[in-house]
């Protein structure tokens, strides 16, 4: 082997490790639940849904009053509906997504 070729495959080795850290870093900056929204669980409008409200009143309990995590669902507006308050853990109804350590296929 020469030292050309060999210095040739050490760079695209490198290009690859580095892909693979910079796709880990991007994967792992992304929030785990992108489908869970806040919402008043007292604004309910049929038709229309929840209303959407900021995050702080569902992390900080002090503040929440009767807001709560819904999870999947379609957003119109200020508005999100068709999704539910449990979070799925993977069967049944709800938010079921795939993935690296992901479930899918079919049971058996």
């Known amino acids: 082997m020469t030292e050309s070729s060999t210095r040739r495959r050490l760079r695209s080795g490198t290009v690859v490790l580095g892909g693979v850290g910079l796709l ?39 503040r929440s009053g009767n807001a709560g995590w819904y999870y999947g669902g379609s957003k119109s507006g200020s508005r999100i509906k068709s999704g539910s308050f449990t979070k799925s853990s993977g069967g049944g109804s709800g938010v079921s997504r795939g993935g690296f350590g992901g479930k899918g296929g079919s049971g058996g």
């Open 24 to 62: 880990a870093a991007t994967l792992s900056a992304c929030d785990s639940d992108p489908d869970k929204r806040c919402v008043d669980r007292d604004s309910y409008t049929t038709g229309k849904g929840y209303k959407v409200v900021d995050d702080k009143y569902c992390k900080d309990s002090s």
